[in-house]
């Protein structure tokens, strides 16, 4: 069956540092992954996607993944971190041959310190 | 583009009241979902839409749910009745095409007292 895990459940990290979310992800198929950022009380937000070809995609606000295959892995980086980056954060796998419904992890909260 | 417009953004009601969540997808978007997000269980999907017509309803949990879209801008998630367990952030999406992720509405948080 299809699943996104999302090891950490909540990371802190200070400002201005780097930081690297992880996701992993289980798909019979070559999947399509997303990164999707949440601030409380708000809906969910893309931040970048991966469907083929370039294996390190950009995205919005700084944000970049990594997609490796061997690793089943599609990590989320972003080298210096702002306050305004703390939100959660959801990986997500997309069924291509099912409608392109999404499946999500579990979310990863980021806390930034100043 | 307004986005994904949801209505009401809170709902406050009593257990065994009909509730009724409307949404209204992006125009020219032929996809639409329901999502619920709790803190135990995460984004669950509900149900989807293809060209208005229901494609995959598995995730609805029980038969009081139901969901209706009856053209290209308008759909509803009604619960009748509701009970104190389905209080969740209910999240409409729509996407064009698959594979092209979702735009989200901002969601209505149901609390069923």
Same mark, same amino acid.
């Given at each position: 069956a299809q699943s996104v895990t999302q090891p950490d459940i909540h990371i802190t990290v200070s400002e201005g540092a780097s930081l690297e979310l992880r996701c992993n992800y289980s798909y019979g198929a070559t999947p399509y992954l997303f990164w999707y950022v949440q601030s409380p009380g708000q809906g969910l937000q893309l931040l970048l996607k991966y469907f083929s070809g370039d294996t390190l995609v950009q995205g919005i606000k700084g944000f970049e993944a990594e997609f490796k295959r061997s690793q089943s892995s599609f990590n989320l980086r972003k080298p210096s971190v702002h306050w305004s980056d703390a939100a959660e954060y959801f990986c997500a796998v997309g069924l291509y041959n099912q409608g392109g419904k999404l499946i999500f992890g579990q979310g990863t909260e980021l806390s930034v310190k100043p | 583009d307004a986005g994904v417009i949801q209505s009401p953004r809170h709902e406050v009601t009593e257990m065994g009241q009909e509730v009724t969540l409307r949404c209204k997808p992006i125009s020219g978007h032929d996809y639409l979902f329901w999502y619920r997000q709790t803190m135990m269980r995460g984004l669950e999907l509900l149900i989807y839409f293809n060209n208005n017509v229901p494609? *995959? *309803?598995?995730?609805?949990?029980?038969?009081?749910f139901s969901a209706k879209?009856?053209?290209?801008?308008f759909s509803t998630l009604k619960i009748q009745p509701s009970e104190p367990r389905d209080s969740a952030v209910y999240f409409c999406a729509s996407s064009l095409g698959t594979g092209n992720g979702y735009t989200f509405g901002s969601g209505t948080r149901l609390t069923v007292v």
């Open positions: - | 494609i *995959d *309803d598995s995730g609805m949990p029980e038969d009081r879209m009856p053209n290209a801008s």
